[in-house]
């Protein structure tokens, strides 16, 4: 079985601090990891996906698989991150996600 | 291209009503799915298409039905509405390729009375 699991349902950060939204995953096999983020009553959008090492809108993702983490992470934290972000592992050929962090930037 | 379409937007239904949610997608996408979201348990699998003609269950997949005769369409129905069904249902559809991730639809609110 696949699990995503998101410790902190909510996280409240300054404007300018660093962010970090945890992330750790249970999967038998070589796991595929995305952060998708929700703006407020919106669609999720993909954020980062970790094969590809990239850096979107100052946030980066490491995937460690000796502590099975997919943390996010950004230096700054700016007003307009606030939203909803969730950590989601592919297997079997579906997406499983975990239960969302509500991340909240405060002025 | 409008990527992810979904109908409607809003929805209120009686307990035991049915009713179709209407997913298309427009990108040729093979792999599409269903979910529900719910505070405090984000986003679980109803249940998902590999192809045309191909369906299989998800995580939470009692009182819904799929199908999918064709590669753009996935509706999802709902037998005999009950208000734990009451939700926000995202439909999502992606590549064979896994690295683009899923792109999602703009989801229907279902209230169940």
């Known amino acids: 079985a696949q699990r995503v699991t998101q410790p902190e349902k909510l996280l409240s950060v300054f404007k300018g601090a660093p962010v970090e939204l945890k992330c750790n995953y249970s999967y038998s096999g070589s796991p595929e990891l995305f952060w998708y983020v929700q703006y407020s009553r919106q669609r999720l959008q993909l954020l980062l996906r970790?094969?590809s090492r990239e850096s979107i809108k100052g946030f980066t993702a490491d995937l460690n698989k000796g502590e099975t983490s997919f943390h996010l992470k950004k230096p700054f934290a700016q007003e307009e991150d606030s939203a909803m972000y969730y950590c989601?592992?592919?297997?079997?050929?579906?997406?499983?996600f975990g239960t969302g962090t509500r991340l909240t930037i405060i002025p | 291209n409008a990527g992810v379409t979904q109908t409607p937007k809003f929805q209120v239904l009686k307990t035991g009503q049915s009713m179709t949610l209407q997913c298309a997608q427009d990108?040729?996408?093979?792999?599409m799915s269903w979910y529900r979201q719910d505070p405090g348990m984000g986003l679980r699998l109803i249940h998902y298409s590999v192809g045309a003609g191909i369906t299989d269950q998800g995580e939470v997949p009692n009182g819904y039905n799929v199908s999918r005769s064709t590669t753009e369409d996935f509706p999802l129905r709902l037998l005999s509405a009950a208000p734990s069904q009451t939700s926000v249902y995202f439909c999502a559809s992606r590549t064979i390729t896994r690295r683009n991730g899923y792109t999602f639809g703009s989801g229907t609110r279902l209230t169940v009375v």
């Open positions: 989601a592992l592919m297997g079997n050929e579906k997406l499983t």
């Open positions: 990108m040729n996408h093979e792999y």
């Open positions: 970790h094969i």
